[in-house]
């Protein structure tokens, strides 16, 4: 009889609530006497505040106050310097805040801000980026903490002598995060605490910053982020949102809540900054790579080093025994970058999965035949065997599954009338990681039990796969299981974020349930009345972790377009992808993580983009009016699925994370495949009708 344990396919236990809107996020939790406050953005680029008029602002109807730089409260210090917001008359960005205005409803709120008048001394701005920048810089290290350049080797060697050498480069725009629900916040003083409800990837994390900006003792402070309609990054740290409504809320000494406008959210909350990157391959003439170079120019913000790690995946993916990546770095004056779903990885593999397939035709390999032949059981750059590796596994049957085989390889030999039909590949991966956690299970002696961990389910379906995971380390029905999550007075645990929330969330509750297990084993009889509790952590099992092994995720997604030879336009009909993600914990949410994640990689491919407007110095698509994302249309046939993978080197789940996989070796999945419909190489992302129409043209003109 089915318990609704690990493996099984159990419904989103929050899913009932969801749906009637009993789940609160975090700008609908009722507070008697709530207030709302509206962000007033800077309108230049660069330079100083030289004034301020609140005068007509405050005489809007229903206006409470307006704070500036010159009457917000003072804060501390913050690793995030866009977190001190209004301390300063500088504007290091435009979009960066100035004022904020207060008011009884969220209409006053907007109007007040409106009628709220700035005058500034603008400074020039810089804020182009492109991979000549005088100012572009080698970092010290990347985002996660890797080294900016590793070299192993003789590159130019090896790539001199190379019979077969692809040398290109590839750009992809600025990304943007659009969860669904914009960044809001709720901040209410009571009885000298501070009760935050954040739409936040990690209430710990949130609260400990703000006990630092506001000089207050954490244990004064409770955070709240139950349920957050996704985040992608975005949320993984906090947010200028959060601070300011906790300054209304002091200034005002009302409960403030505060919603962004989606506009708005562009110039504060992250995005994925833009890459340009050239990628050399030297290879047999059977396609075997002997030298392999990945070199990354991006940019940053004046005010915050980040450095999107693109080249990182040209380290782990295939074998290459002389071997080049490195990052360079411009300093403008734009927002700071972030992370954005699988940073790093996801343009990286755009990058590297691209020229694979240009290398495949140069040696007229079949693109998943040439990654077999570069498949490696070491990850090169370390020198690591890995835990497990299951690429080879997910070509294969991805081949199997989508009808590969007896693909003809020329461009254009499939036609629909006047569509020109193409199929392409790309492989995919993603680190394995986990961190320490925390977490209690409980007991009830009228039965039942209780699992409590500072989890954040982001729409992933976490809280779901927590009770299986418990329910099978207590061998009891899922049904018995309640899940606490989301809340900062909770046990610690780490952020929603890296794909590595379960491993390590996971861990502690099981290991707190076995625990548990025990303790009512022993018990020998009826419960006490107070029931039985057991609180661990993982600090010791995380840190025993073999070092000598490396461990990632990987997978492979198929695509078919169809090109409209007249007009250039770019449709996929479907996509498949296969992947490795050791053991599934709930093929519900594990389907729904990677056929989403594929989703975003389609969108990626075909629409997403953001321009940086040089006069203005901010970017022109800042709502989902001009930034464009893939709707139901534009998904007809999306399939997942996994190959069996034991690796007991990870957790005692033997999971790994599938949250950020599946977008990753999508968009070059879906260029390779407009190559092979049209004969044109896209290799600067997003793939538009503009994009292809030239070369379509020539390559028809020559017969094509």
């Not at 709120?109 to 709220?116: H, K, Q």
């Not at 960044?183 to 990690?202: I, M, N, P």
């Not at 998904?635 to 790994?656: H, I």
Request: negative net charge.
């Amino acid at each position: 009889m089915s318990h609704g344990g690990t493996g099984e396919p159990v419904l989103r236990l929050e899913g009932r609530e969801k749906v009637t809107g009993a789940a609160r996020y975090a700008a609908e939790h009722p507070v008697d006497g709530c207030v709302h406050a509206w962000p007033v953005p800077a309108a230049i680029a660069k330079g100083r505040i030289t004034g301020i008029d609140t005068e007509r602002a405050l005489a809007e109807p229903g206006a409470l106050a307006v704070l500036t730089h010159d009457n917000a409260p003072r804060l501390g210090e913050a690793d995030d310097p866009g977190l001190l917001v209004l301390q300063s008359p500088r504007v290091a960005h435009r979009g960066s805040y100035v004022a904020l205005a207060v008011a009884d409803t969220v209409e006053a709120a907007r109007a007040t801000a409106e009628a709220v008048h700035v005058e500034y001394a603008p400074e020039p701005h810089d804020v182009r980026f492109h991979s000549a920048h005088p100012g572009l810089y080698a970092p010290e290290y990347v985002n996660g903490g890797y080294p900016a350049d590793r070299e192993r080797g003789d590159f130019d060697a090896a790539y001199a002598d190379a019979a077969v050498r692809i040398d290109t480069v590839y750009r992809v725009p600025p990304l943007h995060n659009h969860p669904i629900e914009p960044h809001a916040a709720t901040a209410v003083w009571a009885g000298g605490r501070l009760r935050v409800y954040d739409s936040s990837q990690g209430a710990a994390l949130v609260r400990d910053t703000l006990a630092g900006l506001f000089g207050l003792d954490p244990e004064r402070i409770t955070v709240v982020s139950e349920h957050v309609g996704g985040g992608f990054g975005c949320k993984g740290t906090p947010r200028p949102h959060v601070v300011l409504a906790v300054m209304a809320a002091l200034a005002t000494g009302r409960p403030v809540k505060l919603s962004l406008p989606r506009p708005q959210m562009a110039a504060v909350v992250g995005h994925r900054a833009g890459t340009e990157q050239r990628l050399r391959i030297g290879a047999d003439t059977d396609g075997r790579i002997a030298a392999l170079a990945h070199e990354v120019a991006t940019y940053s913000s004046a005010v915050r080093e980040f450095t999107e790690q693109a080249a990182l995946p040209s380290r782990t993916m295939y074998a290459s025994p002389n071997s080049r990546t490195t990052h360079r770095l411009a300093r403008l004056d734009v927002p700071t970058p972030s992370w954005l779903r699988a940073p790093g990885e996801c343009p990286g593999m755009f990058a590297l999965e691209s020229a694979m397939d240009e290398l495949a035709v140069a040696c007229g390999v079949d693109p998943v035949e040439l990654r077999l032949r570069n498949d490696t059981p070491v990850e090169p750059d370390s020198g690591r065997r890995f835990s497990s590796r299951g690429l080879a596994d997910c070509l294969r049957e991805g081949a199997r599954r989508f009808g590969w085989a007896g693909r003809d390889p020329r461009p254009g030999s499939r036609a629909e009338g006047r569509l020109l039909i193409g199929t392409g590949v790309a492989a995919s991966c993603y680190p394995t990681e986990v961190s320490p956690s925390h977490a209690e299970a409980r007991a009830s002696a009228a039965g039942g039990f209780a699992v409590r961990v500072n989890a954040t389910d982001i729409g992933t379906g976490a809280r779901t796969v927590l009770a299986q995971i418990a329910a099978d380390a207590l061998e009891v029905p899922v049904d018995l299981v309640r899940i606490e999550i989301g809340c900062s007075d909770l046990p610690r645990a780490p952020l929603a974020g890296g794909s590595a929330g379960t491993a390590s969330w996971g861990w502690a509750v099981h290991k707190a349930c076995r625990s548990l297990a025990r303790a009512v084993a022993e018990q020998g009889g009826p419960l006490p009345e107070s029931g039985l509790s057991v609180r661990v952590d993982t600090e010791d099992e995380v840190a025993a972790l073999p070092e000598d092994v490396a461990r990632r995720a990987f997978g492979a997604q198929f695509a078919e377009v169809a090109v409209d030879m007249d007009t250039g336009e770019t449709r996929v009909r479907r996509l498949l992808g296969v992947f490795a993600v050791g053991r599934v914990l709930n093929p519900l949410t594990a389907r729904s993580q990677l056929v989403g994640g594929m989703t975003m990689g389609l969108s990626m491919a075909l629409m997403e983009h953001s321009t940086m407007d040089p006069g203005f110095g901010d970017h022109a698509e800042r709502d989902l009016a001009s930034y464009h994302v893939a709707v139901h249309a534009d998904v007809p046939d999306v399939q997942a699925y996994w190959v069996a993978e034991q690796d007991t080197r990870l957790n005692p789940m033997g999971s790994k994370g599938i949250g950020e996989i599946g977008v990753v070796g999508t968009a070059a999945a879906v260029a390779n495949a407009v190559r092979h419909a049209t004969g044109v190489r896209v290799r600067d992302l997003p793939v538009r009708p503009e994009s292809v129409l030239p070369g379509l043209g020539e390559w028809q003109t020559a017969g094509g």
